[in-house]
């Protein structure tokens, strides 16, 4: 039991997580950045949602934000470990103790109550007398960057840290498990933010696609605000007709543009920093 208590063992994991996010984070929104913001920044113009970008100022805000979050996400991560010490949550030590096919289905499982979670928490952090405590900040970002995709004020990372606690508790889970659907979480919330879109022209509109979010879709969410609430898939915003009215033809718009047209393409009036 002394190791279970020891507090330096604690401030140790917490120091080493903390470090393994902030990999996660530079490596994903740092790549994203270098790959559409620098390196191939001409190649992709075409594909940028919003036609300006961010000011530097915006990005170093959102960047300030999302490593403020992970001393939040640090400590959730902590919390469980040290929960599934005592016993108390559903994480198995084995990965194939359930069979291979429940640890798939259990990643699965991960996305589909996090798409569910996120959605209502979402709608929530909305209500006008909680939004300006809550998730304004995330909302500093009206044409947001990768650098966007931990952009929280601490209660809202809380919130958002929240998902993990819910899932170690009602559902058996492996640890690798985990990590597969936090490596996702991360790409899809950085794909959100990405500012440019990379999914082909009448995706939206395909039977199966429709039902995906692009990076349009929460874009929009950043420019209007007030819809467009979803994370993963196209499901609640549909049940709750929370879709923006010119989110199909917003994004046919971005996804049917050629490279070589880019130039002669008249800027629209958006909103920008
Ligand atoms: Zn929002
Ligand atoms: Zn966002």
């Given amino acids: 039991m002394e190791a279970i208590f020891s507090i330096d063992s604690y401030i140790g994991k917490g120091i080493a997580l903390y470090s393994l996010q902030a990999i996660r984070y530079l490596l994903f929104a740092g790549a994203a950045w270098l790959l559409f913001y620098r390196i191939y920044k001409s190649q992709w113009l075409h ?24 001393v939040i996400f640090s400590f959730t991560g902590i919390g469980v470990y040290w929960a599934t010490e005592m016993g108390w949550t559903q994480v198995y030590p084995e990965a194939g103790q359930y069979g291979w096919l429940y640890y798939g289905v259990s990643i699965i499982l991960c996305i589909v109550l996090h798409d ?3 959605y209502w928490t979402h709608r929530l952090m909305h209500v006008k007398w909680i939004f300006p405590y809550v998730h304004k900040v995330h909302h500093y970002s009206h044409n947001p960057s990768p650098w966007a995709a931990f952009s929280f004020h601490p209660l809202e990372a809380i919130i958002e840290a929240g998902i993990l606690p819910l899932i170690v508790l009602i559902m058996p889970v492996h640890i690798s498990a985990l990590l597969i659907f936090l490596l996702y979480m991360t790409a899809m919330n950085v ?42 898939f196209n499901l609640w915003d549909r049940v709750m007709g929370t879709n923006h009215a010119k989110y199909h033809e ?11 047209k880019a130039a002669e393409v008249t800027p629209s009036p958006v909103r920008s920093e």
Avoid at 49 to 65: D, H, M, S
């Fill in 116 to 118: 569910t979670y996120f």
């Fill in 250 to 260: 917003t994004f046919e718009n971005v996804a049917s543009k050629e490279r070589e």
């Fill in 191 to 232: 794909m959100g933010h990405l500012g440019f879109e990379l999914f082909p022209k009448g995706f939206v509109r395909h039977w199966l696609g429709g039902w995906y979010n692009t990076s349009t879709h929460h874009n929009m969410h950043h420019r209007f605000t007030k819809c467009n609430y979803g994370l993963y």
């Fill in 47 to 70: 594909k940028k949602i919003q036609e300006r970008f961010p000011k530097p100022k915006a990005v170093l805000t959102e960047i300030k934000y999302s490593f403020l979050s992970l």
